[in-house]
């Protein structure tokens, strides 16, 4: 893991537990509703797979551009890596969970 930017004494840290709290909330909630949209639709394998990175890329871009005004690194401490890249595991297992149970 990449250490924190020599700015981050910047940041005040209830301000960067509220973004990362609001962020999962985003996050846990695209899974659910992603998962099940997959799951009705029937996606499996590599198309499932594709209409989950697609949705994360989707969603992530659309963090980035509307929430943050393009700066992410105003709100978060890694930047990009915090929106696009950390989570994603975690999402994935959500949208497994609710893929399967649709």
């Known amino acids: ?9 910047n940041f005040v840290q209830p301000h ?8 999962q909330f985003i996050r846990s909630c695209f899974a659910a509703i992603a998962g099940s949209a ?3 639709l029937g996606f499996t394998n590599w198309s499932g797979f594709l209409f989950y990175a697609l949705g994360w890329s989707i969603l ?13 690194s105003r709100f978060f401490v890694h930047g990009w890596r915090d929106l696009v ?10 949208y ?5 149970l649709f």
Not at 60 to 72: H, Q, R
Not at 85 to 94: E, F, K, V
């Open 96 to 100: 497994t969970l609710f893929h399967t």
């Open 85 to 94: 890249i950390d989570g994603a595991m975690n999402g994935m297992l959500s």
């Open 38 to 40: 997959a799951g009705i």
């Open 1 to 9: 893991m990449n250490p924190p930017s020599q700015d981050s004494h």
């Open 16 to 23: 960067l537990a509220h973004n990362a709290k609001q962020l």
């Open 60 to 72: 992530s871009a659309f963090v980035v551009i509307f929430s943050c005004g393009s700066k992410p």
